[in-house]
């Protein structure tokens, strides 16, 4: 007897292969690095064979950008981070206060919990092989368009401080959103996750929400200065 598999069926099942395989080259990647990974060992962890990975990412380096934006976006649906629902409550918290928490919960830590690791294997990957430099070089302009956004999405908000200008807010979450942060205070000073989402809050809080000191405030800069 012929069994029909349907449309949707035949779906699902494909994006349990591409997950499956995208998970074990995670696995791989983080274990081995760039240069210790392979299509066949990543075949054989996601328990496919290589021409299945091959035929749904062609290279090496086209499946590690799959794992970057895995780890970056939490999922393999092809939503762009700044269109996603952590993005759209971030931009409709009431203030400044609420939108730092929201920041900090979901991008500072949610995104770098997932993705530094992964991102240590590239930045380190990248001095030789310039295919992964080429991915290197895309995450840094992805960070510095997702400090960008978050700085213009604090200065909406009314209780912003009028001495924090956009390039000091951008400045400030380059380093909060920076792989190397997380790693640094994670693996470094031993904080867990959670505890790296609190200090997050609490330098969101000292360097976006706090009044200036008696030095700053004698120069007169602000927000409203720079307009």
Do not use: C
Request: charged content about 20%; overall charge positive.
């Amino acid at each position: 007897m012929e069994v029909t598999v349907s449309r949707p069926q035949r779906a699902a099942a494909a994006a349990r292969t591409r997950e499956a395989i995208v998970t074990a080259a995670t696995d791989v990647f983080e274990r081995l690095g760039w240069s210790g990974a392979t299509m066949r060992g990543i075949a054989d962890q996601a328990g496919v064979s290589v021409k299945t990975v091959e035929a749904l990412y062609r290279t090496k380096a086209e499946l590690l950008k799959q794992v970057i934006d895995y780890a970056i976006a939490g999922d393999l649906r092809p939503v762009p981070i700044l269109a996603r629902e952590s993005v759209a409550a971030i931009e409709a918290a009431a203030d400044a206060t609420a939108m730092l928490d929201l920041h900090a919960r979901h991008h500072a830590r949610g995104i770098s919990e997932r993705a530094a690791p992964i991102l240590w294997v590239v930045e380190h990957a990248a001095p030789a092989h310039p295919e992964i430099a080429r991915l290197w070089a895309q995450n840094s302009d992805n960070r510095r368009t997702g400090a960008r956004w978050a700085a213009t999405t604090l200065l909406s908000k009314p209780d912003v401080p009028p001495h924090i200008t956009q390039r000091y807010a951008e400045e400030v979450f380059w380093i909060a959103i920076d792989p190397g942060t997380y790693r640094s205070l994670t693996l470094g000073r031993g904080l867990s996750p959670s505890g790296y989402e609190t200090w997050i809050r609490d330098f969101y809080g000292k360097m976006l929400l706090a009044n200036p000191g008696p030095q700053i405030a004698r120069t007169g800069t602000s927000r409203h200065s720079h307009r």
